[in-house]
Each structure stands twice: as C-alpha cells, then as structure tokens.
C-alpha cells in the first residue's frame, strides 16, 4: 500500500543553524502538506503546496522557513536559522483529488533544536 | 478557544466496555477525519465523512457526522487492549479551499485488559 515516507526520523541541531526535512509523498498526489507537532500539543498546519507553488501557510511559517518539490517526487521543507521553539515532529501529508481532503500522513521527523 | 473541542481528555475502560469520544465545533465543515496517533509516530487515518447525518462503521468503530457538519463522534463496541491509542479528529472548515486540517487536541483512550 503506497505510504507517505520521511528522512531522517531523527535531526539534531544547534541553533541558528539550517536544516532540510524531506518527504515522499504518495505518487499519485497532487496536493502536499507539512504540519508540526510541539511535545504534549495538538498538531498544527504549517503550510499546503499545489502545483508548485504554496497555496496557503500559516503564521507559523515565517521568512525562516521554505518549501520545495525539486524534482517531482521529493517535497522538502527548509529551516533557515533553527530556533530552539522550532524543537517538534514534523508531519508531511499528501492528498489527491477528492471529495473528502483525505490526508496521509508521514511518520515523521522529530527535530532537535539545541 | 480550540476550534475543534475533543472529549474526554482521557479515557480508561475495561477490556469489553463501550466508548464514545466526542469532537464539537461551531465551524462547519466540508469533511472530517479521525486518525489515530501511537507515541513518536504520524497520525494514521481511521475514516473521512462528507455527508451530514452520515454514519460509517470499521469493524467495531463507529464515526458519525452531525447533521450541521459542525461534530462527530466515534464509538468503539467491546473495547479491545489493541484499541489503546491517541484518537484525534480534524477537519476541514468549508471556507478553507486547500485542504488545511484544523486538529483537535485528541482522547487518549486505554483499554485494560
């Protein structure tokens, strides 16, 4: 069954430091979405991508932060200079077209800001 | 305020017990989904509704979407230990036109044996 895959699982960085999480989304999806996951809270939307570009992002998602789908396959989001409050999970998700906005989500990265 | 209100917190039931859990919103929504998160992991989907009124069953799950799409609910018959898990419901509010899912704070749900 095809599934939403993440690397690393694990990112340890210090701070002011940049970072890359990546993701594979379902082959067949058109829409991409990164969330994140603060220790103990709910999970947040951070940003959605359509057809290469963003289509909506959150407050979260400041000049510090940018998303990418390089080559038609990966989907990356990038974190310029890491703050120790951008210490989370975070979640990729990727949908198709229809009704429901059904979201597949990764497992995850769990970055480490010190 | 959550946009999403998801009750009780947390749930301890006996192996064999019923349970609902419930999400409530004075948003309406195009769609709602309940996933279910394990510890470090990502949320998996359990189910998605559309429809007001619209009840979907996964084999002892029960989801049901309020008729004004603003709160659903999800019912387990003869809890399992297997059942043990986070259990959050998100949705997408009808004037979001991307897809962005709006989480509850979620149910941590334990079911003894």
């Known amino acids: 069954e095809p599934e939403v895959t993440q690397t690393p699982s694990h990112q340890v960085t210090q701070m002011g430091q940049e970072v890359i999480l990546r993701c594979v989304p379902i082959s067949n999806h058109l829409y991409f979405y990164w969330y994140r996951q603060i220790l103990g809270q709910k999970v947040e939307f951070l940003v959605s991508?359509?057809?290469?570009?963003?289509?909506?992002k959150s407050e979260i998602f400041d000049d510090q932060f940018s998303v990418e789908r390089p080559d038609g396959s990966n989907f990356t989001l990038k974190i310029r200079s890491t703050k120790l409050e951008d210490s989370a999970m975070y979640f990729c998700?990727?949908?198709?077209?229809?009704?429901?906005?059904?979201?597949?989500f990764g497992p995850g990265t769990r970055l480490t800001v010190t | 305020t959550q946009l999403l209100e998801q009750s009780p917190q947390f749930l301890s039931i006996q192996e064999g017990e019923n349970l609902t859990v419930y999400c409530n919103s004075s948003?309406?929504?195009?769609?709602l989904q309940w996933y279910r998160q394990e510890p470090g992991e990502g949320p998996v989907l359990l189910v998605t509704v559309v429809t007001g009124g619209e009840v979907k069953k996964l084999k002892r799950l029960t989801f049901q979407f309020g008729d004004a799409r603003k709160d659903s609910s999800l019912h387990i018959t003869a809890a399992q230990p297997g059942d043990t898990g986070l259990y959050l419901c998100a949705g997408v509010k009808t004037t979001d036109s991307w897809g962005k899912l709006q989480f509850g704070a979620g149910t941590q749900v334990v079911v003894t044996p």
């Open positions: 998700a990727s949908r198709g077209r229809d009704r429901g906005y059904e979201q597949y």
């Open positions: 991508f359509y057809n290469n570009e963003i289509s909506e």
């Open positions: 948003s309406v929504f195009s769609s």
